[in-house]
């Protein structure tokens, strides 16, 4: 898994929704990951999302923010020919699936 690689549709926060093609509000649904942790840091190595497992190719790009006292680990993961945005919210012990880009 190379995380050094840098892809600029990684952060889809950087481009306008309307123009992308997509519907941020249209996810955001709760999913099961399977996950390494090594050396304090978690690497996704996949998820289920309605009922089908995706196998996560590459992790494009990983931040963290900070939203009150909650801190969310977000990760823009690259599975098959679809990329995906998932996040954890260390508060809720959550995983969700956020955003798609087909």
């Known amino acids: 898994m190379n995380q050094n690689s840098f892809s600029p549709k990684a ?13 941020p509000d249209a996810l955001n649904e709760r999913i099961e990951v399977l996950v390494n942790f090594k050396h304090a840091r978690i690497f996704p190595k996949s998820f289920v999302w309605h009922g089908k497992e995706y196998v996560i190719d590459n992790i494009t790009y990983n931040w963290q923010e900070r939203i009150g006292q909650a801190l969310i680990n977000y990760f823009s993961v690259l599975c098959a020919s679809s990329m995906y945005q998932i996040s954890f919210n260390n508060s809720t012990f959550r995983w969700q699936i956020d955003k798609l880009i087909q």
């Open 11 to 23: 952060r889809w926060d950087r481009f306008e929704p309307e123009k992308c093609g997509f519907n």
